[in-house]
């Protein structure tokens, strides 16, 4: 238990972004350490969620509909509110590109 | 700067000295392989085309053969078809010719079947090769150099580590007047404003643009999200959400340089700098068309880690994913992972890809060649009737 909520880092690419990478595999709960391209440590975040290294973590609240920002760019919209700590992967982000289901009635977010 | 390799009639330089044997249709691959496997330092490119194709897409085939027996790495070529296709070999030699390389031909009607054409096939390949046999390598200028950058099986690390430092290099290998070429428009969509800043003429970026709109036509045609395909599967476990963040990470392998070319699936690439080509983001099919368009050698960034090799170039494959050095340390040429922890720099990452390049240049094996990989496919732009 104790080991499993051991601080992990994640790394923030650009000012603006409002998701970081995590470095490991991070626990409910656990302490992130938010650096950033420098290294420096910009902030520390609770996870809300279990996130597995490699994928993202939020770093400021996102309102539905709103763009999750990654390198200082737009990577796609919430489907949903999303919280600081919360997991940021393909169940609360969508793509607005390549969205050849949206033409046709389907999907949601554009 | 220099780079040992084999000079060409027509003042290009291969890294590797190959006797291609290219089937100009599907129908010829088992003589093809034939004769290639009893010649040694030939290679043949089987695949699954050459009949019933028209208009762009025949176009394309043609350019490919034509560019594929034309890379430097070539020193001879073998065409064998079968006799009532539409891409004939003598066709597909008159465009090879003009690089100064000897070139035959072969039909299996006309040779009157299966082992008459393999036998007649490995007579011309063996004086073929005793032609190319005792050529020398020579220290050669940089800019003789064309190195395609592919990236594959891309996880977080991509974006982070493996794409920026494969990118620092090609700024390097720019500086010394080579050519860089790096493809797969899919994996450029919700990047591509980035490379529009990157390119001056007007006319090579509404041909830019053109070429992603008809990803997003062709998602539309099909009524479907990309993703699934793009990101894969794979992608996608390793933290990839969307393909704009993939391209974004993509991206990143093609440095900061400006692009100034625009070229189609296989077309040449001959300008000094950064070229883009238009080619899928399927790995092998990408990596055949940048080959086609003349690349000697080939950066190959992954995260999750692929084998993917190349008939004619040799692939350099980057990682900076840990557990992906550790578990298929057998297909990684370079490991990047201590950079994703701080324990190195992009710099330093970019110059060991550097320098090892220049050794697989003069001849050093990379892992995809040392384990026989040399995976082959031609990209297709429409119907077999």
């Known amino acids: 238990?104790?080991?499993?909520?051991?601080?992990?880092?994640?790394?923030?690419?650009?000012?603006?972004?409002?998701?970081?990478?995590?470095?490991?595999?991070?626990?409910?709960?656990?302490?992130?350490?938010?650096?950033?391209?420098?290294?420096?440590?910009?902030?520390?975040?609770?996870?809300?969620?279990?996130?597995?290294?490699?994928?993202?973590?939020?770093?400021?609240?996102?309102?539905?509909?709103?763009?999750?920002?990654?390198?200082?760019n737009d990577i796609g919209c919430a489907v949903s509110g999303i919280a600081t700590g919360n997991w940021v992967h393909v169940h609360n982000l969508a793509s607005r590109r390549g969205r050849g289901d949206l033409a046709a009635g389907k999907g949601g977010c554009a | 700067m220099t780079f040992s390799g084999f000079p060409r009639p027509d003042g290009a330089v291969g890294v590797?000295?190959?006797?291609?044997?290219?089937?100009?249709?599907?129908?010829a691959n088992h003589v093809s392989k034939s004769i290639a496997r009893e010649i040694p330092g030939s290679v043949a490119l089987a695949h699954e085309h050459g009949c019933n194709q028209i208009g762009a897409d025949a176009d394309l085939f043609k350019r490919t053969l034509a560019g594929l027996g034309k890379n430097p790495n070539v020193g001879a070529v073998l065409l064998v078809g079968l006799g009532c296709e539409e891409f004939n070999p003598w066709e597909i030699a008159e465009l090879i010719i003009p690089s100064g390389k000897e070139v035959c031909c072969l039909s299996i009607q006309e040779e009157g079947g299966?082992?008459?054409?393999?036998?007649?096939?490995?007579?011309?390949?063996?004086?073929?090769?005793?032609?190319?046999?005792?050529?020398?390598?020579?220290?050669?200028?940089?800019?003789?150099?064309?190195?395609?950058?592919?990236?594959?099986?891309?996880?977080?690390?991509?974006?982070?580590?493996?794409?920026?430092a494969a990118g620092l290099c090609a700024d390097s290998?720019?500086?010394?007047?080579?050519?860089?070429?790096?493809?797969?428009?899919?994996?450029?969509?919700?990047?591509?404003?980035?490379?529009?800043?990157?390119?001056?003429?007007?006319?090579?970026?509404a041909l830019l643009q053109q070429m992603v709109n008809r990803v997003e036509e062709d998602a539309r045609r099909m009524n479907c999200d990309i993703r699934g395909a793009q990101p894969t599967p794979g992608n996608i476990a390793g933290g990839l959400s969307t393909i704009e963040e993939k391209s974004l990470g993509a991206i990143c392998k093609s440095g900061s340089s400006p692009i100034v070319d625009v070229l189609e699936y296989a077309e040449p690439c001959t300008l000094p700098g950064v070229s883009f080509m238009d080619t899928p983001g399927h790995d092998v099919t990408s990596m055949v068309g940048m080959v086609a368009g003349g690349a000697q050698l080939l950066l190959f960034t992954t995260g999750r880690g692929t084998p993917t090799g190349n008939a004619l170039a040799p692939v350099i494959k980057l990682c900076a994913n840990p557990e992906t050095v550790k578990k298929m340390a057998e297909n990684i040429d370079i490991d990047l992972s201590q950079v994703v922890y701080g324990n190195s720099t992009l710099d330093f990452a970019a110059n060991e890809i550097y320098d090892y390049l220049l050794k697989v240049a003069a001849g050093e094996k990379t892992r995809a060649e040392m384990l026989g990989h040399c995976e082959f496919g031609i990209h297709r732009v429409g119907p077999t009737l």
Do not use: W
């Open chain 2, 173 to 205: 290998l720019v500086r010394q007047g080579a050519r860089v070429v790096f493809s797969e428009t899919t994996e450029i969509v919700g990047a591509e404003h980035l490379l529009m800043s990157r390119i001056a003429s007007e006319t090579k970026r």
């Open chain 1, 1 to 72: 238990m104790f080991e499993q909520l051991k601080q992990v880092s994640a790394l923030v690419l650009n000012e603006g972004d409002n998701v970081a990478t995590v470095l490991a595999d991070v626990a409910k709960g656990a302490r992130v350490m938010i650096l950033g391209r420098d290294g420096r440590c910009i902030c520390q975040i609770e996870a809300k969620e279990v996130i597995p290294a490699g994928h993202k973590i939020c770093v400021k609240p996102v309102l539905p509909g709103e763009s999750v920002v990654k390198y200082g």
């Open chain 2, 16 to 27: 590797r000295n190959y006797l291609a044997v290219i089937p100009t249709v599907v129908c």
């Open chain 2, 114 to 164: 299966t082992s008459k054409a393999i036998a007649r096939g490995i007579k011309l390949a063996q004086e073929l090769y005793s032609g190319i046999r005792d050529i020398q390598r020579r220290e050669c200028p940089l800019h003789m150099l064309t190195v395609g950058i592919e990236c594959g099986g891309s996880d977080y690390t991509s974006g982070i580590v493996s794409n920026p």
